[in-house]
């Protein structure tokens, strides 16, 4: 499986930014992907997570109610909708796909491919 993030850039405070992730195999909409960041100097941290067909999805608490995780399995891709963003939020931002799981887990070792991040930078 090969997974191709996009959509990372710099965003004023307070903007949105939607990221996308396509996934290359055919059986994408057979499992749960998550989105994690990374920001200097920190460890990866769970973003959100979605299920195989999008019923379930959970959040950081640090997100919830700002990001929401959606998949359109037809296109293959994954995105992460991200309103009122803020400063915190700068990172490298990173898709993953659980191909043993259909249900949303914010474990990264529960994920067995990862894409190239996209970095996102928030100014104040």
């Known amino acids: 499986v090969q997974l191709q993030a996009s959509g990372g850039g710099l965003v004023q405070a307070g903007g949105s930014r939607r990221l996308s992730c396509r996934a290359s195999?055919?059986?994408?909409?057979?499992?749960?992907m998550g989105w994690f960041r990374q920001a200097p100097g920190k460890e990866r941290e769970f973003v959100a997570a979605i299920s195989w067909n999008g019923g379930s999805t959970v959040y950081a608490d640090s997100v919830k109610g700002r990001f929401t995780i959606s998949r359109d399995n037809a296109k293959n891709t994954v995105y992460l909708q991200m309103n009122s963003l803020k400063p915190e939020d700068t990172a490298s931002y990173y898709c993953?796909?659980?191909?043993?799981?259909?249900?949303?887990?914010?474990?990264?070792?529960?994920?067995?491919?990862w894409g190239q991040g996209t970095q996102v930078t928030v100014s104040s």
């Open positions: 195999a055919r059986t994408f909409s057979s499992y749960a």
């Open positions: 993953a796909a659980d191909t043993y799981g259909v249900a949303p887990t914010g474990s990264p070792n529960d994920y067995d491919y």
